[in-house]
């Protein structure tokens, strides 16, 4: 009968199929757990030692980053100074607002309220976009809030967010993944900069709409900040809106004002906020992961993924820690200063103007401070954070002079600038392995790229033929159908 005979012809196809499949899965397992590894162990090892190497070197900036913060400590310099918040000019004579502000790396609060001008007829300067800074003289210095405000803060808005400290940009390794280079069963689809309420279950992901990152409902929600998101209970995406004209100045390495970012309904609530930026200057880093479930057990479809996966998008950028050290497809040397939050986009889009994301290790900060403190005006009285005074004059009786440090502290700073100075040199001087060790770490992963790339094409295969299987039982099906099977015969 032909009806059996199609069945039978069937079955024969998914039979062979399926020992095809056990034969690609073992493929991957021989491809991932020995050739990988090989290269694996080798890139580990050099990218470890140049770990400590790095890690020499920020740690002398660590260090004088402590004798700085030894001087404020010692009282003979300060981190506080007077903020301007407002002032009267109705009243004789003007009165002006202050506010005792602590230097933060991180920038500062913003108000609303435009508060002075630089000459007759100039538009305001607004505390929106500036911070003014009371120096000892009586003269206001308006600087940018922080250091992520875009575009022109204006006419005598000085572009230093970083007034009162000096700083280095620590060193790290910045290393690119691909979806070609994750091990099996790695389920990561990519990483964003988000913001959330406390009690809420809408996520924010503050990147325009299509730069690499691919969502959808069902999808895994982790967070780095676990207050917010606990690693024993993520959420689950159980809705993707979006939202147009939406201000992201405050993410570097975006370079827009505006743009239509993704609203993600995940479904449990959410633990506490998150913030762009955090207190400290930081943001909170979101993971979206594939369905836990999808590798779990042995059956055909392990290992699988859809044929038409693209190995190279999303690209994700990333500066290596103890705890990956050795992942991604290239690794460099990075000290620009950016911030190291991972980020996911398409390096498609580069050639469509898109600038790749801005990630390195972060800088370290010197609270160099100021030699006159605030004061609440009863004597030498000290001001503390927070306090406010409304005065009439800018130069007379709101900061005392502090005494002259001593031998100890200023000899603290400059040995410990002095060895910061010899361990950067050593790193990077023409005499440093760095480069040298780089640069095998580089070609070691282009033999394992190769690798990756086959395991990358052979789970695409095994998905393709998991799709076939499918439809090859849907066949046994129909003409198990009494009607379609009367047909044929």
Not at 142 to 151: H, K, L, T, V
Not at 316 to 334: K, M, N, P, Q
């Amino acid at each position: 009968m032909l009806s059996t005979e199609l069945i039978n012809k069937a079955n024969e196809d998914i039979e062979f199929r399926k020992a095809n499949l056990n034969h690609l899965q073992n493929k991957i397992v021989t491809l991932d757990g020995i050739d990988k590894t090989l290269y694996d162990q080798g890139i580990v090892k050099i990218e470890t030692d140049l770990l400590g190497d790095i890690e020499n070197v920020n740690r002398g900036f660590a260090d004088v980053s402590n004798a700085y913060q030894d001087r404020i400590d010692s009282g003979c310099r300060t981190d506080l100074f007077w903020r301007l918040v407002g002032f009267n000019s109705s009243s004789t004579p003007v009165s002006y607002n202050l506010e005792c502000t602590k230097l933060n790396s991180g920038g500062y609060s913003l108000t609303t309220s435009s508060i002075a001008s630089q000459d007759e007829g100039d538009d305001p300067i607004g505390l929106g976009a500036s911070v003014g800074y009371v120096g000892a003289t009586g003269i206001v210095t308006y600087y940018p809030a922080n250091s992520n405000f875009e575009g022109d803060p204006g006419a005598g808005v000085v572009d230093d967010p970083y007034f009162g400290f000096d700083r280095r940009n620590r060193y790290g390794l910045k290393y690119y993944s691909e979806p070609y280079d994750k091990d099996v069963g790695n389920t990561v689809v990519g990483k964003f900069i988000g913001t959330c309420g406390a009690g809420s279950t809408v996520i924010t992901v503050m990147q325009p709409v299509g730069l690499g990152l691919t969502l959808t409902t069902g999808q895994i929600v982790s967070c780095a900040k676990t207050s917010v998101i606990n690693s024993s209970s993520p959420r689950e995406i159980i809705g993707i809106t979006t939202v147009a004209d939406f201000d992201l100045r405050a993410i570097p390495g975006i370079g827009t004002t505006a743009g239509t970012v993704n609203l993600i309904e995940v479904d449990l609530a959410l633990g506490d906020f998150a913030k762009a930026p955090e207190a400290d200057g930081s943001f909170v880093e979101f993971t979206i992961l594939d369905d836990p479930d999808e590798f779990k057990g042995i059956s055909r479809r392990k290992y699988s993924i859809p044929f038409t996966s693209n190995p190279f998008s999303p690209q994700t950028i990333s500066v290596a820690s103890t705890e990956t050290v050795g992942t991604g497809v290239s690794v460099f040397l990075t000290q620009t200063g950016d911030l190291p939050n991972q980020r996911s986009w398409d390096p498609g889009l580069e050639l469509l103007g898109t600038p790749e994301p801005k990630v390195s290790a972060g800088q370290e900060f010197y609270r160099v401070g100021f030699g006159h403190a605030p004061t609440t005006g009863v004597g030498d009285e000290l001001a503390e954070e927070g306090d406010l005074r409304t005065v009439t004059s800018l130069s007379l009786g709101i900061y005392t002079e502090l005494d002259d440090c001593s031998s100890d502290i200023e000899n603290a700073i400059t040995n410990s600038l002095g060895i910061s100075s010899t361990r950067e040199t050593d790193f990077t001087g023409v005499d440093s392995e760095t480069q040298l060790k780089l640069d095998a770490s580089n070609a070691l992963r282009t033999e394992r790229n190769q690798i990756q790339l086959q395991i990358h094409g052979i789970r695409k295969i095994i998905g393709e033929e998991n799709d076939k299987i499918d439809k090859l039982e849907q066949l046994i099906t129909y003409i198990k159908n009494n009607t379609i099977r009367d047909l044929v015969e």
